[in-house]
């Protein structure tokens, strides 16, 4: 009885932590579910839910030193459990105090983002202490606090339990196990409780505040590394080849072979044949979102608008830049789990626009202010048909270094020098710019650019300032013999910051996108396109007839659909034209009218919903059979 009263007294401790991380996400976005009709106070009902699966979980270690520990080795085990809960304990504080400013920031709950990029140290350090200085010190002031209280409180705790017949407390475990296994499960049905549990409401906010932080991190590492085998069990079941079929029609892609080797590589011919070899410039912009197009942030880049082919409904795939280099470089859609920029099969032999262009001879390049290894990006561009890679450490007296490297005007200038040399050369290139200044914590240069806010470190500078690096690329670019053979692509990968109510917030895919250069049109394309349809149009501007893979059309292109596939965490919503069906794991699909910029159910449009699995099923599969070629 000893046992079952000391763990329920530290299961009490752990519920209350979450407890009272959970009434105060309930408190601070009350308004953001209060005027939906669900019953927003069985939040803390499912919530306990998650948070006895958690607590089961951590609590199974102190269980097994308690049942089977000699009476002979009770200090030993005493102070082991003690260290144990004050480590359990202390880190619980943390990652509830961690779940605000990454709810601010991400607008939900932590998740595999909290912890995939541990492997870059520096960056994320230097990025906490300059944007997450008073979080910190609050976190590790209450784990401070309790760990003195804990330890002064605690010193023979666990002893009199320890100290009684070992036989007694054997007794106990197999009850115990019971119990602490049907808090795991948490369900008396077929498959265990997840945390499609805590989705009980149609509101999205309300689900977060309802999981349980610790729970959504470690869940989601487990489903990260189980996409490419267990993708199918967690959306649901759909043959290959049906998805594949259901993919060519939405697509309208035609000329094609399912079953090849590359399924989707088909013949695109040109619109505008040219003898000449055209360079291509891809100038991919960080966090770049469509609300901040106006007049006060983004002058530069609405004058060139007048210049150019400019894509009003152009919408990203995700929210992460790895989603945007893939769709932009590559022309691909966010394939489940980590990006394919990041994963083993497509660190060569995937295509890119590189691994197109360089056997025609062209010499293809990456241009980046930051270390190009974040991300793995080096790796995936050296590997998929870039020559050459500048980063960081090849800029000679740059002009300003943020956090995450040089600004985007040493970016600019750098990239106009080599444009310039390679074109003395006679030789014909392609190159993806990545900029980085937008991107958190916001340190540009002074003196640049008319602030939108005085004196402090915001998006909006940041914006305003990756703008003005924008304006100043294509000002220089201008004088130089380069340009007049040049097609430039400007386009965002995501947005800065994708949050909202709905269960995909639609209206925060929506990027600026630009094409512009001699033979290019100035005009306004109005119809829905897809980053993978901007560069498919890219390339068409290019000249020459071309055979991809590319999962889009050009504009050009009698085949060109008003669809989009966006991913928002593991959701995924298929937009064809203003109707939306989204697919969500372990949940039934729905169907969604996209109005005044949010998602209203409506009837079940079940053909949609299935081509939405499609999508997610056939990304996976020619992820994990290397089809993309």
């Known amino acids: 009885m000893q046992i079952a009263k000391k763990l329920f007294k530290y299961y009490l401790a752990i519920i209350a932590i979450f407890f009272i991380g959970r009434v105060a996400l309930f408190t601070i976005y009350f308004d953001r579910f209060s005027n939906d009709e669900v019953n927003y106070y069985l939040s803390f009902l499912y919530g306990l839910k998650m948070d006895t699966i958690v607590a ?24 082991f459990l003690r260290l144990y809960f004050v480590v359990v304990l202390g880190f619980l504080i943390y990652i509830e105090n961690a779940t605000f400013p990454f709810f601010n920031q991400y607008d939900v709950r932590p998740n595999f983002k909290f912890v995939e990029y541990l492997e870059y140290p520096v960056e994320v350090f230097n990025m906490l202490i300059a944007d997450f200085k008073l979080p910190l010190a609050i976190a590790f002031s209450m784990i401070a606090i309790f760990v003195w209280f804990f330890m002064r409180t605690t010193k023979n705790s666990f002893i009199e339990v320890l100290q009684t017949p070992l036989k007694s407390r054997a007794l106990w475990f197999l009850p115990l196990a019971i119990l602490l296994f049907i808090g795991i499960r948490s369900s008396f049905g077929h498959r265990p409780a997840n945390i499609s549990d805590a989705m009980y409401s149609t509101n999205r906010v309300l689900n ?33 080849d049906e998805a594949k079929k259901r993919v060519q029609n939405r697509l309208g892609i035609r000329g094609n072979d399912l079953n090849s080797s590359s399924p989707y590589s088909r013949l695109e011919k040109s619109h505008f044949p040219t003898p000449k070899k055209r360079n291509l410039v891809i100038f991919l912009q960080e966090s770049l979102g469509y609300q901040f197009v106006t007049p006060q942030i983004t002058p530069k880049l609405l004058k060139l608008k007048k210049e150019g082919l400019w894509f009003s409904e152009a919408y990203s795939n995700g929210t992460r830049s790895v989603r945007g280099i893939a769709g932009t470089s590559a022309g691909f859609l966010a394939v489940p789990g980590k990006g394919v920029v990041k994963r083993t099969k497509s660190q060569n032999g995937f295509f890119t626009f ?26 995936w561009f050296l590997g998929n048909g870039v020559e050459e890679i500048v980063e960081q450490k090849d800029y000679k007296n740059p002009a300003f270094v943020a956090t995450w490297g040089v600004s985007d005007e040493d970016l600019a ?95 925060m895919f929506h990027i600026p996108a630009l094409i512009i250069g001699d033979g290019v049109t100035p005009k306004v394309y109005k119809n829905l396109a897809s ?29 060109k659909k008003d669809i989009n596939l966006m991913q928002f965490n593991e959701n995924y919503a298929l937009r064809v034209k203003d109707k939306v069906a989204v697919v969500v794991p372990n949940q039934p699909a729905q169907t969604y009218k996209y109005v005044n910029e949010h998602l209203k159910p409506i009837e079940h449009d079940v053909e949609l919903e299935k081509d939405a699995l499609a999508f997610v099923v056939t990304l996976n599969y020619l992820y994990d059979k290397q089809l993309y070629h």
């Open 413 to 507: 200038k750098k990239a106009n020098e080599r444009f310039s040399q390679l074109y003395r050369e006679g030789k014909p290139f392609a190159s993806l710019m990545f900029s980085s200044s937008n991107h958190s914590p916001f340190d540009i240069p002074k003196g640049r650019i008319e602030e939108v806010k005085k004196g402090v470190n915001c998006v909006e500078n940041a914006v305003k300032y990756a703008d003005y690096a924008i304006g100043e690329f294509f000002k220089e670019a201008k004088k130089l013999p380069y340009y007049k053979d040049t097609i430039f692509v400007v386009v965002a990968d995501h947005n800065v910051r994708v949050y909202g109510d709905d269960v995909v917030p639609v209206n």
């Open 56 to 79: 089961s979980m951590l609590l199974v270690i102190p269980l097994i030193v308690l049942a089977f520990t000699p009476s002979n080795l009770a200090k030993i085990s005493n102070s």
């Open 354 to 379: 590189a691994s197109l262009l360089k056997p025609l001879g062209y010499h293809t390049m990456f241009l980046y202010g930051g270390e190009a290894r974040f991300d793995n990006m080096r790796s």
């Open 208 to 240: 977060e505040v309802t999981k349980n932080s610790l729970y959504s991190v470690g869940y989601a590492i487990y489903a990260n590394k189980q996409y490419s085998s267990k993708v199918i069990k967690l959306y649901g079941k759909m043959p290959i």
């Open 531 to 559: 980053q993978p349809d901007i560069l498919a149009t890219a390339l068409d501007y290019l000249g020459k007839d071309f055979t991809y893979p590319i999962l889009g059309h050009s504009i050009f292109s009698d085949d």
